[in-house]
T-cell receptor, first 112, second 118 residues
Framework: GENVEQHPSTLSVQEGDSAVIKCTYSDSASNYFPWYKQELGKRPQLIIDIRSNVGEKKDQRIAVTLNKTAKHFSLHITETQPEDSAVYFCAALSQAGTALIFGKGTTLSVSS | GAVVSQHPSWVICKSGTSVKIECRSLDFQATTMFWYRQFPKQSLMLMATSNEGSKATYEQGVEKDKFLINHASLTLSTLTVTSAHPEDSSFYIC??????????????FGPGTRLTVT
């Protein structure tokens, strides 16, 4: 089945810096790649997603890039703020095309 | 729109008892719902895919006789943890896809249920 690797596991940046989180997936048939932000004890919150027919998508300070050939996708957060501190998960749609398979998560800490 | 609720939000039960968790799509229909388990400081691990009107599909390593899933309507799926043990203590999260949006892959997550088995 699908396997998603995520790096780094922790990331500390200064306020205003950029943060980049990278993920790789195993199933070349996967075609949907969302990113979630999760705060402690709460549900995952979709922050951006990308489909396999698109190479890049941007929403204000957040962008996602996808390299289908290399089977990896990345989350880019610019001008980070303390409220961006949370755990971020990447995911890929499973081989069956239904369930999401998650990466292990990245704890982002933004210090002011 | 696209709201998923879970009940209860937290539950404490004694070892050996059973606990039922409900997942409801409030403003859309969902032929497919998903159950995830999340241990502290870990990722969401898919347990099973719940299909309305048919048997759930369980991931490898998940005991179907222990984690009973019922998806009897287009807006409700239930997960029953039978004969719970302390190692079943976890955060259980459901998600659902809107059956009316066939071109969308987006999943909507419930707020989660914190289960503690004593």
């Amino acid at each position: 089945g699908e396997n998603v690797e995520q790096h780094p596991s922790t990331l500390s940046v200064q306020e205003g810096d950029s943060a980049v989180i990278k993920c790789t997936y195993s199933d070349s048939a996967s075609n949907y790649f969302p990113w979630y932000k999760q705060e402690l004890g709460k549900r995952p919150q979709l922050i951006i997603d990308i489909r396999s027919n698109v190479g890049e998508k941007k929403d204000q300070r957040i962008a996602v890039t996808l390299n289908k050939t290399a089977k990896h996708f990345s989350l880019h957060i610019t001008e980070t703020q303390p409220e961006d501190s949370a755990v971020y998960f990447c995911a890929a749609l499973s081989q069956a095309g239904t369930a999401l398979i998650f990466g292990k998560g990245t704890t982002l800490s933004v210090s002011s | 729109g696209a709201v998923v609720s879970q009940h209860p939000s937290w539950v404490i039960c004694k070892s050996g008892t059973s606990v039922k968790i409900e997942c409801r799509s409030l403003d859309f229909q969902a032929t497919t719902m998903f159950w995830y388990r999340q241990f502290p400081k870990q990722s969401l691990m898919l347990m099973a895919t719940s299909n309305e009107g048919s048997k759930a599909t369980y991931e490898q390593g998940v005991e179907k006789d222990k984690f009973l899933i019922n998806h009897a309507s287009l807006t409700l799926s239930t997960l029953t943890v039978t004969s719970a043990h302390p190692e079943d203590s976890s955060f259980y999260i459901c998600s659902a896809r809107d059956s009316g949006r066939t071109l969308s892959y987006e999943q909507y997550f419930g707020p989660g249920t914190r289960l503690t088995v004593t």
